[in-house]
């Protein structure tokens, strides 16, 4: 007999049990048919093979596979490769060939699968930068305010920001704050 099931393994049970109805009755069958109470006292391979069966049973208001829908990360990376013409049509096309009407309906898996298919595909470079140059970390910020230790400093800061059009260090990117670091550190 194989160990006690993992935390991880308890954790992604009671996940998937409170995604449906059908997926906690089918747990609940699941330990009745193996003599168990409950879900603790499963062993590493009978908490493996419940873990599939409910990944089987669709997720109420959800999709297949997983239990819920794509990671926010996912959405909103698939949403940043929306960049050219081809990507959006492909974004259609895949929905289509897999019955879903919009990205939300995907599994993470099937997410995962766009993503790979997009990044495959040509984008817009004039579209994409933009999109891809977030907003720089509070890391990044606090390093720069620790490195203007001279007047020379603050006056190279205050330079950067006014020929970047910006009022203050809360509004550059990443690359801009990495500029104005090598800047510093010259």
């Not at 093979?49 to 794509?70: C, H, N, T, V, Y």
């Amino acid at each position: 007999m194989s160990g006690v099931l993992t935390r991880s393994q308890k954790n992604f049970l009671n996940k998937l049990m409170e995604a449906s109805s059908e997926r906690l009755e089918a747990s609940e069958k699941y330990l009745k048919n193996i003599g168990k109470g409950e879900i603790s006292e499963l062993n590493v391979q009978e908490a493996s093979r419940l873990i599939d069966e409910l990944q089987k049973i669709k997720a109420e208001g959800g999709s297949m596979g997983g239990g819920s829908g794509p990671t926010k990360k996912q959405k909103t990376f698939i949403s940043n490769l929306q960049d050219s013409e081809e990507r959006i049509a492909y974004t259609g096309k895949y929905l289509k060939n897999i019955g879903k009407a919009n990205v939300d309906e995907l599994s993470v898996k099937e997410a995962s699968a766009l993503i790979d298919g997009l990044m495959e595909k040509k984008g817009d470079p004039d579209r994409a930068r933009p999109q891809t140059d977030f907003q720089a970390t509070p890391k990044q910020i606090n390093y720069i305010r620790n490195l203007q230790k001279s007047e020379k400093d603050q006056k190279i800061v205050a330079d950067f920001l006014k020929s970047a059009g910006k009022k203050s260090l809360d509004e550059i990117t990443r690359t801009e704050a990495s500029t104005i670091i090598e800047k510093l550190k010259m």
